[in-house]
């Protein structure tokens, strides 16, 4: 038995509304997001996005190299153009603001993308001479350590319900397990290189 609205019609139907044909606000989202290829989830989650990876903790920031671009200036681009476009939207056309935001979109996401690729190459160089620097207990220790903060990342993520938390979750858990495999290769190479050598 199909429910009924107020209105008398079913749920999720075209009505017509003086004289013109009125679409489910649902399906109207998903036609822009399938028109403009992004979601209005991560059109709105670009401050979760801005979020840098997470730094080992004897690392301090003025370790990273000083030519990584912040972002800054596309996350302000961006920014403004989602504020202007919550201050001027139209009720005809309530997405609008996903086709007039769109470009400053891709240049955030890029600029993101290319600003964390950056600080995870600081963040392995860094950590190699560090690990490197440490007694074998130690180095036990802090591998152990980025397994425990990988699992966390994972178990977070599969207990969150916002979909753009859980992606950062899911990111911070890999980029637990990209450091924890760059010094266990490296610690593996040096002792097939050592024992090569005996």
Same mark, same amino acid.
């Given at each position: 038995? *199909?429910?009924?609205?107020?209105?008398? !019609?079913?749920?999720?139907?075209?009505?017509?509304?003086?004289? =013109?044909?009125?679409?489910?606000?649902? *399906? %109207?989202?998903?036609? *822009?997001?399938?028109?403009? !290829?992004?979601?209005?989830?991560?059109?709105?989650?670009?401050? $979760?996005?801005?979020?840098?990876?997470?730094?080992?903790?004897?690392? !301090?920031?003025?370790?990273?190299?000083?030519?990584?671009?912040?972002?800054? #200036?596309?996350?302000?681009?961006? $920014?403004?153009?989602?504020?202007?476009?919550?201050?001027?939207?139209?009720? +005809?056309?309530?997405?609008?603001?996903?086709?007039?935001?769109?470009?400053?979109?891709? =240049?955030?996401? &890029?600029?993101?993308?290319?600003?964390?690729?950056?600080?995870?190459? !600081?963040? &392995? %160089?860094?950590? %190699?001479?560090?690990?490197?620097?440490?007694?074998?207990?130690?180095?036990?220790?802090?591998?152990?350590?980025?397994?425990?903060?990988?699992?966390?990342?994972?178990? +977070?993520?599969?207990?969150?319900?916002?979909?753009? =938390?859980? &992606? %950062?979750?899911?990111? #911070? +858990?890999?980029?637990?397990?990209?450091?924890? *495999?760059?010094?266990? #290769?490296?610690?593996?190479?040096?002792?097939?290189?050592?024992?090569?050598?005996?």
């Amino acid at each position: 038995m *199909a429910t009924r609205d107020e209105e008398g !019609g079913e749920r999720g139907e075209v009505k017509r509304v003086f004289g =013109k044909q009125q679409e489910p606000e649902k *399906a %109207r989202l998903n036609t *822009a997001e399938k028109r403009h !290829g992004l979601t209005w989830t991560e059109l709105h989650a670009y401050k $979760d996005r801005m979020l840098f990876p997470i730094l080992p903790t004897m690392m !301090g920031v003025d370790e990273l190299p000083k030519d990584i671009s912040l972002c800054d #200036n596309p996350f302000r681009g961006l $920014d403004r153009c989602i504020d202007k476009g919550m201050e001027s939207e139209d009720p +005809a056309q309530p997405y609008a603001r996903m086709q007039i935001c769109k470009p400053h979109w891709i =240049k955030f996401i &890029k600029c993101v993308k290319r600003r964390d690729e950056l600080v995870m190459r !600081g963040i &392995k %160089r860094w950590e %190699r001479t560090y690990y490197d620097s440490l007694d074998e207990p130690s180095m036990k220790e802090y591998l152990e350590d980025i397994d425990t903060k990988m699992r966390y990342f994972l178990y +977070a993520s599969s207990h969150t319900m916002d979909q753009q =938390k859980r &992606k %950062r979750l899911e990111m #911070n +858990a890999q980029h637990c397990a990209v450091r924890h *495999a760059n010094l266990i #290769n490296r610690h593996r190479t040096e002792h097939e290189e050592t024992g090569s050598v005996v």
